[in-house]
Each structure stands twice: as C-alpha cells, then as structure tokens.
C-alpha cells in the first residue's frame, strides 16, 4: 500500500487508466487523463517556484480540474490549501497572509485578493518533459484546512500523508469501497469530509461524482442526481440527508444503487434519520465522528436506532489504530481526547494553539501524544461513546464549525458596534441558526450589520437575524447572560 | 410592488446570501452564485407562502423555479393566477 496520498493516483492511474475517476455534471475523466492533468499542472507550479514543504492555495469552484490540482501540488511535495471561492476577500487574505502560500491555482475570471503569484489554470499546456515526482515522505504536510477560530482568526490544520492515509486505507476497508464503487462528493474541498471522496475512490480505483450546485440546495435534485449518477455511497453532513427525508416522499426502492450512506459533522436527528433509514431498507448507515484535527477517529454502524426519537444515536467506538480516553473528575462524561495516526500536526504558524490542544502525557495512564477535542462525551454501558455537547463557544450549523466568538470579532470590526454576543438557536432540519444581539452607536440599523458581516465572513456564519439592543443583559459576574439571550432569540422578534 | 421587487427586496435583506437590491438582476444566477443556500431555499419558500400567498409544493421548489429571480416571479405570478 503506497504511504503518500497522490500515490493512489499514481497507482490508479497505471492499472485502471480507462477507468471513470471523476465525473462532473456529464464531463468525465479517466485516471489517465486526470493523471495527465496532474502531471501538467504540477510542472507549472514546478515552473512557478513551488517547491517542497510549500504551501499552495487552490482557489476553485468544484471540478475536475479542480481534483487534479490537488494532486499536482503534492507532486511537487507541498501542502494544499484549499479555499472557499465564495468566502469574502476579507477572510481569503486573512487565510493566505497566515498560511503564506508560494502561489494560488485560481482561474482566470475569479483571482484571489493581492498578494501571492496567481497561475491561471486555465493557461496550463499540456505536460511535456519528465513529469515532476518530488521526494515526498508520509510525515509531509498533504494539506491545510481552516476552521473558524475563536478569535476571529481562521485556524489551518495540518494534516500528514500519513494522517490522511491512515483514514482512508480505514475507511476503504469499513466499507468496502471497490473499483465498480460511484461515490458522491458533495463536501467542499475546504472541508474535511472531502477526504474520504476524493481519497478512498482513489485508492479503489472507483469514480468520484461530483454534486453539482443545485444538488445542495434542492432536495428534489439531489434524489434526481443519485438515480442518475448511480452513486452508491454517500457521504455528507446530516443536513443535506434531513432535507431528502422531510422535503421528498421518499420510499423503499426510490434509491436502489445507494448501498451506504455515511454522515458526520454534527449530530443526525433521530426522527429524520428512522424516516431515511425506512426509504433504505438494504443500505448500511454509518455516523463518522472527528474533529478536523482528527479525520475521522469514531464511527458508528447504525444497525438500530434508539425507540425515542428525543435519544439520538452514538459516535460509537475508535477506528483502527485510535484511542480514545474521557478525560473527566471521575468515572462519568468528560472531554474527549483522541491518539492515533489520523490525529494531525496541529495548527500552522500556532505554536501556542497548537500546544494548548494537542497535549502530551495529560495524565499518568495516558502517555504520548493526545488531540482535545473540546467535545463533551459519556461512555454507555456497551462501549459506545456518545456525543454530549461542548464545553465552549463552538457550534454546528449544517455541520459547518462555528465559533461564536468569531462572528462576534467580526461584529465588533464594525466602528459603530459597542457590544455583542451571538447566540445559536436550535434547528430542527439545520442544527442551529445564528441570532446575534448588537449594543450600537450612531445610524446603525440590522441590515448594516447583516451586509458587514456578508463582507468578512464566509456565508455559513453570517447570522441569519441581527437584533440591535440598548444594552445586552449581565449575569451577577459581570458576564454576558448568554442563557437569557438564547431564550430570547428563541421567541423574539430577529430582524435584519 | 411587482413579485420580482418583492423578492429582491426579501433576498437583500433576509438571507445570508443577500447582496444590494441594485446588485440583484433579473437574472442573476441565484444558486450558482450561492445567493440562495440550503438554508435560504427554505427561507425563501416560506416568505412566498406568508407573504406573497402562494403555496409552493416540495416538488416545485427545483432549479428550474429557482433559477433566477426573472423566473422566480414568473413562477409565482403564474401559481397565482392560476
């Protein structure tokens, strides 16, 4: 089994060169020709003065040429940034000045904000010459993905080939995934679930269907795409499966080529999975659980669900190679720590951060290298681990990470905001929405703030309603009264 | 107000997408540009149905209704008259 990520192409490549690698809204490409277009953009960054144990950022709508570049950079043995095309050019400067990338693969009609060298992929010729193969070894960084960090500064996880390989030689044995396998990539490349897409089709020499705009947003079309496309695995945030099961009538037989569905990033409502479960009566479910700091690092095989639908299911037991310890003041819930080879490098340019979450020996009985993950969990009677909640500002929303506090840094860069605090109110189809009270000064009204926020954040953390306030209200320490506002936001009037 | 200036004016306003009324054409591609969301779809049908009054079926809410605010109004003037 080769031990770097780009390997699996390689690999792919050499013995299933006709073969079907990634398939976007009719457009295909063979392992061959993915292959080709690797090797020619790989020369060009090569050309560009990419070098080993750089940074490139990718900054491109979903395609196949897309895949292909992230392939090329690790070629060239640098890291991956992968960014948000429809993040504000706030937050795009903010992520590029942290992670100082050598150069940004963008296309031509959508350059990323000043500041790297920019190669237009659309100019990349085809590869002449030796095609470029630097030595990479499975402790090089394969990518960076940003998180929204409490601070109101993104967060870059580092993660290794052999991090990334870890969970995918895992997650291709535990389901199975074989060459005749059409998986579905519906998670951007910014997020990690695309690992498992992108990656374990790789390694099977499979097809990766890319989900096309409209299949995110409407339900009907996402139903439409799977009978079309023949997918028969999927793999995305609970959201996206809620919505199939509350907004279509779906029935036994309606998907006849899924044959596994897995779902992580936040929790799946019991009532709305029972109902996908009933339309899916052969295919296998599965809850993947895992901080990006982590891949994947527990999962879950739904085999029944919990009769109540006020109890949801578990993040259930390590996966291959992991620990795991409930770090707590006895025997009960505590917070979850992770070790193991999925478990990533830290944060780039963090020493601090990184030191404060990834930790050695903390405690006695727990010796090497450990992730906190910050998730509040409980052992059940059987082993299982179930998720509880968290212990600080971090919310899910559509299985994106939110930190409260970076809306709320974004809120306070506008001059005219004195006080602020946003508050998540629960969702039944969206986890959460965002709802945040401002104290201002001056003519600021809602939709200032709204249109504010849409300029520094990316779009999944704008809050949906803006409340503008005279005063928030104090607990007796002096403290925001978080509590009071979420009951607020819960039945109060929000405006933008 | 016609339908479309209705719409427009809730997109600006409500969604998390939203940009300036002035920047929201009749044929601004509304799902390719992201302007409407998963989230926002919904919030966009519920606005047509409480406040333009008319009631869309979940077989109704596809791209092709959707695709831009030109063919939104189409559509709900359509259902209206209907």
Redesign the interface.
């Given at each position: 089994m080769p031990e770097v990520l780009h390997s699996l192409l390689e690999r792919a490549a050499r013995e299933r060169p006709g073969h079907p690698a990634v398939s976007d809204r009719g457009r295909v490409a063979t392992y061959a020709e993915l292959d080709a277009r690797a090797d020619a953009l790989a020369a060009a960054l090569v050309g560009a003065g990419v070098e080993h144990g750089d940074r490139v950022g990718v900054l491109l709508e979903k395609s196949i040429d897309a895949v292909a570049c992230l392939y090329a950079v690790m070629r060239t043995g640098a890291a991956y940034v992968p960014l948000d095309p429809?993040a504000p050019e706030h937050r795009l400067a903010q992520v590029l000045a942290d992670c100082d990338v050598r150069c940004v693969l963008a296309a031509a009609n959508a350059p990323p904000p000043a500041g790297p060298g920019v190669l237009d992929v659309g100019s990349v010729p085809p590869a002449s010459g030796a095609p470029v193969r630097a030595e990479v070894t499975p402790d090089d960084l394969a990518y960076i993905l940003y998180t929204s960090g409490s601070t109101g500064a993104p967060k870059g996880v580092m993660v290794s080939h052999a991090n990334a390989m870890a969970f995918v030689r895992w997650a291709g044995a535990a389901f199975g995934v074989t060459g005749e396998d059409r998986l579905s990539s519906h998670a951007p490349f910014h997020f990690d679930l695309s690992v498992f897409d992108l990656y374990a089709a790789a390694a099977a020499a499979a097809t990766v269907v890319l989900v096309p705009?409209?299949g995110?947003?409407?339900?009907?079309?996402l139903r439409r795409f799977v009978n079309q496309e023949g997918i028969t695995v999927w793999y995305s945030v609970p959201?996206?499966l809620t919505?199939l099961a509350a907004?279509?009538?779906l029935a036994p037989g309606d998907l006849p080529s899924l044959r596994a569905v897995l779902f992580a990033g936040e929790v799946f409502p019991t009532r709305w999975l029972r109902r996908l479960t009933a339309a899916l009566p052969d295919a296998r479910f599965a809850n993947l659980y895992g901080p990006t700091e982590t891949n994947v690092c527990t999962w879950y095989e739904v085999d029944r669900l919990p009769d109540d639908d006020g109890t949801t299911i578990p993040i259930g037991r390590p996966i291959t190679g992991t620990r795991v310890a409930v770090v707590g003041d006895g025997g009960g819930p505590g917070e979850l720590y992770v070790q193991g080879p999925t478990v990533g490098q830290g944060y780039w340019n963090d020493p601090a951060g990184t030191a404060s979450r990834f930790v050695t020996e903390p405690r006695p009985d727990l010796p090497g290298r450990w992730y906190r993950t910050g998730d509040l969990v409980e052992e059940t009677a059987d082993g299982c681990l179930r998720f509880l909640g968290r212990a600080d500002g971090q919310v899910k929303s559509?299985g994106y990470r939110i930190e409260l506090g970076d809306v709320e840094a974004a809120l306070y860069g506008h001059s005219g905001v004195v006080d602020c605090a946003v508050v998540a109110v629960p969702d039944e189809?969206?986890t959460a929405?965002l709802h945040a009270f401002a104290v201002v000064e001056g003519a600021v009204a809602e939709?200032d703030l709204?249109?504010f926020c849409?300029g520094r954040l990316p779009?999944?953390m704008?809050?949906?309603t803006f409340e503008i306030r005279s005063a928030l209200p104090r607990t007796a320490t002096g403290k925001v009264d978080r509590r009071a506002l979420e009951a607020a936001a819960l039945t109060g009037p929000g405006r933008? | 107000m016609t339908t479309a200036d209705a719409l427009r004016e809730f997109i600006s306003?409500?969604l998390?997408?939203?940009?300036?009324v002035a920047e929201l054409t009749d044929d601004l591609p509304l799902?390719?540009e992201?302007v409407?969301?998963?989230?926002?779809?919904?919030?966009l049908v519920s606005f047509i149905e409480s406040d333009l009054g008319v009631a869309i079926g979940?077989?109704e809410?596809?791209?092709e209704n959707?695709e831009t605010i030109g063919t939104l109004a189409a559509f709900v003037d359509a259902k209206r008259a209907s």
């Amino acid at each position: 089994m080769p031990e770097v990520l780009h390997s699996l192409l390689e690999r792919a490549a050499r013995e299933r060169p006709g073969h079907p690698a990634v398939s976007d809204r009719g457009r295909v490409a063979t392992y061959a020709e993915l292959d080709a277009r690797a090797d020619a953009l790989a020369a060009a960054l090569v050309g560009a003065g990419v070098e080993h144990g750089d940074r490139v950022g990718v900054l491109l709508e979903k395609s196949i040429d897309a895949v292909a570049c992230l392939y090329a950079v690790m070629r060239t043995g640098a890291a991956y940034v992968p960014l948000d095309p429809h993040a504000p050019e706030h937050r795009l400067a903010q992520v590029l000045a942290d992670c100082d990338v050598r150069c940004v693969l963008a296309a031509a009609n959508a350059p990323p904000p000043a500041g790297p060298g920019v190669l237009d992929v659309g100019s990349v010729p085809p590869a002449s010459g030796a095609p470029v193969r630097a030595e990479v070894t499975p402790d090089d960084l394969a990518y960076i993905l940003y998180t929204s960090g409490s601070t109101g500064a993104p967060k870059g996880v580092m993660v290794s080939h052999a991090n990334a390989m870890a969970f995918v030689r895992w997650a291709g044995a535990a389901f199975g995934v074989t060459g005749e396998d059409r998986l579905s990539s519906h998670a951007p490349f910014h997020f990690d679930l695309s690992v498992f897409d992108l990656y374990a089709a790789a390694a099977a020499a499979a097809t990766v269907v890319l989900v096309p705009p409209e299949g995110s947003v409407f339900p009907a079309h996402l139903r439409r795409f799977v009978n079309q496309e023949g997918i028969t695995v999927w793999y995305s945030v609970p959201s996206v499966l809620t919505q199939l099961a509350a907004r279509t009538d779906l029935a036994p037989g309606d998907l006849p080529s899924l044959r596994a569905v897995l779902f992580a990033g936040e929790v799946f409502p019991t009532r709305w999975l029972r109902r996908l479960t009933a339309a899916l009566p052969d295919a296998r479910f599965a809850n993947l659980y895992g901080p990006t700091e982590t891949n994947v690092c527990t999962w879950y095989e739904v085999d029944r669900l919990p009769d109540d639908d006020g109890t949801t299911i578990p993040i259930g037991r390590p996966i291959t190679g992991t620990r795991v310890a409930v770090v707590g003041d006895g025997g009960g819930p505590g917070e979850l720590y992770v070790q193991g080879p999925t478990v990533g490098q830290g944060y780039w340019n963090d020493p601090a951060g990184t030191a404060s979450r990834f930790v050695t020996e903390p405690r006695p009985d727990l010796p090497g290298r450990w992730y906190r993950t910050g998730d509040l969990v409980e052992e059940t009677a059987d082993g299982c681990l179930r998720f509880l909640g968290r212990a600080d500002g971090q919310v899910k929303s559509r299985g994106y990470r939110i930190e409260l506090g970076d809306v709320e840094a974004a809120l306070y860069g506008h001059s005219g905001v004195v006080d602020c605090a946003v508050v998540a109110v629960p969702d039944e189809l969206f986890t959460a929405r965002l709802h945040a009270f401002a104290v201002v000064e001056g003519a600021v009204a809602e939709p200032d703030l709204a249109g504010f926020c849409a300029g520094r954040l990316p779009r999944y953390m704008v809050p949906q309603t803006f409340e503008i306030r005279s005063a928030l209200p104090r607990t007796a320490t002096g403290k925001v009264d978080r509590r009071a506002l979420e009951a607020a936001a819960l039945t109060g009037p929000g405006r933008r | 107000m016609t339908t479309a200036d209705a719409l427009r004016e809730f997109i600006s306003r409500d969604l998390p997408g939203g940009r300036p009324v002035a920047e929201l054409t009749d044929d601004l591609p509304l799902i390719d540009e992201r302007v409407v969301d998963s989230l926002g779809i919904f919030q966009l049908v519920s606005f047509i149905e409480s406040d333009l009054g008319v009631a869309i079926g979940d077989d109704e809410v596809v791209r092709e209704n959707f695709e831009t605010i030109g063919t939104l109004a189409a559509f709900v003037d359509a259902k209206r008259a209907s």
